[in-house]
């Protein structure tokens, strides 16, 4: 390990890229559901050369690499590609990086200036019969879902759209959002859009929020769109300056705009609460003039530093519940914690995503260490209040749990869910997959991989 990768965490251990395009078949320990056919896909940062300043390099800004794990009449296959970006072409030419880091213009090299340097790095998602990756700040980049062939961006979005759309179970559409959007990089703009089940982009409005914030994630119910911009901002400024493009600034306080998803974007009414984070929300739903959202909350943004570039304050997320109501005249969101393990990668079964749930899984930490380092999987009973674990080895992680129906018609929360686990003794990773319910008992079968997955974001599962 080279002095660079000591220096930055991102560059060394399970977060270092592999940066080599594989196909494996891989052994099997357990037995695989028949029923289960499909794949796992997986996407996370993978930087195809070493960063311009390894010492700045933030793991959000690696290349986008897909990782796709194959189940089929009892054996699993194994495949992984680039995501050939404009940007990964570009510097796959010249054979070095040139974009700094967060894509920085002022640490990034004279040759990338009109280069669009998208890395679509953060979720894959499964729409209109597209395989797309995504990120923060591009469009949609679509891949082969068989070969995993990058077939380039899908261009009819016309613009921004984040990692975290949300596909309504009822009516097909994709509920999406953008921020930073407008001329000028880092701005309070954002946008709203929604795709038709069949890939048509029926609606983009553009809003100004109270101010740039990254938004990494959102909340849709089957009539209303929430939007949290909380206080990790974005600074042109303060990027120009040589300080962090984005930076925790507690002082501007937690705001969330509610919506009706067939209003205007000049209705949106802005909710408030102290100053906290959040990257994921479990899900949301309405139940009169109330909405109810369940997220992964922080009482700061991990990972960022603070506005004046110092380090900023280890932090945990927990469930809470935030309640909006619609028809009282406060505009204070009320919050009631409703778990006290910390996690994060929070998940529904996605038949019942937009709609009240009972069941919810996500990655936990159960040594409470304050990163985004998760050793065990919960599942959550929210009618029983019953929560059950499966913690790991020591030293293991594990990805986001991702649910898989055991048929189209089966209940809520009957299925399994699949995980991608590091094996730190062995560096290198397994696929596994567990009884949806019975996540105490340990995963019932186990595909072994001859090398690691870097960590990595997000993964959704696709049947075939």
Known sequence: MDGNARINPYLAGNFAPIRSEDDFDLTVTGELPQGLRGALFRIGPNPQFEPRDPGSHHWFGGDGMVHGFYVEDGKVKYRNRYVRTPKWRLEHEHGRALFGSMGNPMTSDPLTVGNEGGVANTNIVWHAG?????????????????????????????????AHPKIDP??????????????????????????????????????????????????TTENHVLFPVLPLTGSLQRAMSGLPPFAWEPEKGSHVGVMRRDADVSTIRWFNTEACYVF?????????????????????????????????????????????????????????????????????????????????????????????????????????????????DRGDATSEPV?????????????????????????????????????????????????????????????F
């Open 130 to 162: 597209k395989l797309m990756a995504l990120e923060e700040a591009h469009q949609p980049f679509e891949m082969d879902v068989r070969t995993l062939e990058s077939r380039g961006y899908v261009r009819p979005y016309k613009g921004k759209v984040t």
């Open 170 to 219: 009822k009516t097909g559409e994709m509920i999406w959002f953008g921020y930073g959007v407008g001329d000028m990089p880092l701005s309070a703009g954002m946008s709203y859009g929604v795709t038709a089940s069949d890939g048509t982009v029926v609606r983009r409005d553009d809003f100004q929020a109270p101010f740039s914030s990254m938004v990494h994630d959102f909340m």
């Open 280 to 392: 994921h929300p479990l899900n949301s739903w309405e139940e009169g003039d109330k909405l109810f959202c369940d997220v992964m909350r922080y009482d700061a943004a991990p990972l960022f530093p603070n506005a004046d570039g110092s380090p900023g304050d280890k932090a945990a997320a927990r469930l809470v519940r935030w309640t909006f109501d619609l028809a009282g005249d406060s505009d204070a969101i009320h919050e009631q914690q409703i778990d006290d393990l910390d996690g994060e990668f929070p998940r529904v079964d996605p038949r019942v995503e937009t709609l009240k749930h009972r069941h919810g899984w996500y990655g936990a930490d159960t040594a409470s260490s304050m990163t985004i380092r998760l050793n065990a999987i919960a599942h959550l009973d929210l009618t029983t209040g019953k929560r059950q674990l499966y913690e790991l």
């Open 403 to 463: 649910f898989v129906a055991r048929s189209p018609t089966a209940e809520e929360g009957d299925g399994w869910i699949t995980a991608v686990v590091y094996r730190a003794g062995e560096d290198r990773s397994d696929f596994l997959v567990f009884e949806a319910q019975d996540i105490a008992r340990g995963p019932i079968a186990a595909a072994h991989m001859p090398r690691r997955v870097p960590f990595g974001f997000h993964g959704n599962w696709v049947n």
